[in-house]
């Protein structure tokens, strides 16, 4: 059986195509690009936004160069024996491939020999960040701060509830309870749970244990979690803190206020007679 193509059809194929049928086909595809960069850049900002708010592995470095120096191997996720850890996958609106874990499903079980940290080729779990005297230290990590909402928190309403205390792997030490009364009642006291920024580790065993439907208290990147005083104040009897004065410059604003000494403006009547 021949293969040829019967004459008419050749001779349709050698035509050329015409000026307005290649501009409609160019505006088509144009439209199918733009409409494909619009996916890819909307996918994009959503991964960076999620980004933001992810909990990483212990020892993760911080997000930016986290990002990149991971290369996605998943070796953390297999090494995890609690299956807390898991590599983002395609419609997660997280960075592809990348670790994370999200503690009220599955919180860090603080495992002692950190098995997820020292499997990590690249450093992008630094070992040194989760270690102590040379040794590895869980209580060192700092996968995020736990974070309190006092209005959804029943302990801030009246009702006793230590979950989240009692959960706490470093007891009476990253999460205290406050003792306060309740004048509501007044014969009652409030058990308020405070968490220490100083010691807590990111772990999310509270968020996990709390008793409310959504949970009162989570765990946020550090960042996230905290503010910032910003460099216009400094704690004068912290001298680590002092040091940011360092190098420091000082600008003087001159206004007519200021040009009378202090005494003078307090005495100032102005309009007053």
């Not at 086909?25 to 619009?38: E, I, P, S």
């Not at 909402?149 to 205290?176: K, M, N």
């Not at 005083?229 to 604003?253: F, K, P, V």
């Not at 040009?259 to 009547?269: E, F, P, R």
């Amino acid at each position: 059986m021949s293969n040829r193509l019967p004459e008419k059809e050749r001779q349709m194929r050698k035509q050329p195509v015409s000026d307005r049928r290649a501009f409609l086909l160019n505006a088509a595809r144009a439209v199918g690009l733009a409409a494909m960069g619009g996916l890819v850049w909307s996918a994009y900002v959503d991964e960076v936004k999620a980004s933001e708010l992810l909990l990483r592995p212990p020892g993760a470095l911080n997000e930016e160069a986290f990002l990149r120096t991971c290369i996605k191997c998943g070796m953390c996720v297999e090494a995890c024996p609690y299956d807390t850890l898991m590599l983002a996958k395609p419609g997660d609106q997280k960075p592809l491939g990348t670790p994370y874990f999200i503690p009220r499903d599955i919180p860090c079980y603080m495992c002692t020999d950190i098995p997820c940290v020292p499997v990590c080729p690249t450093g992008a779990l630094d070992v040194e960040s989760v270690s102590s005297d040379d040794k590895l230290d869980i209580n060192s990590a700092d996968m995020g701060l736990a974070v309190i909402d006092h209005e959804s928190c029943i302990a801030f309403w009246g009702i006793q509830c230590d979950a989240c205390y009692r959960a706490c792997p470093l007891l009476d030490v990253a999460i205290t309870v406050e003792y306060e009364k309740n004048a509501r009642t007044g014969k009652h006291a409030f058990l308020k749970p405070v968490v220490h920024a100083d010691a807590c580790t990111g772990c999310g065993l509270c968020e996990h244990a709390c008793v409310t439907e959504k949970a009162a208290i989570f765990v946020l990147p550090r960042e996230v979690a905290m503010g910032r005083a910003g460099t216009h104040y400094i704690r004068g009897w912290d001298q680590n803190d002092e040091q940011r004065l360092e190098g420091a410059s000082s600008r003087t604003t001159t206004t007519e206020i200021s040009k009378k000494s202090a005494v003078d403006s307090l005495n100032d009547t102005g309009d007053l007679y």
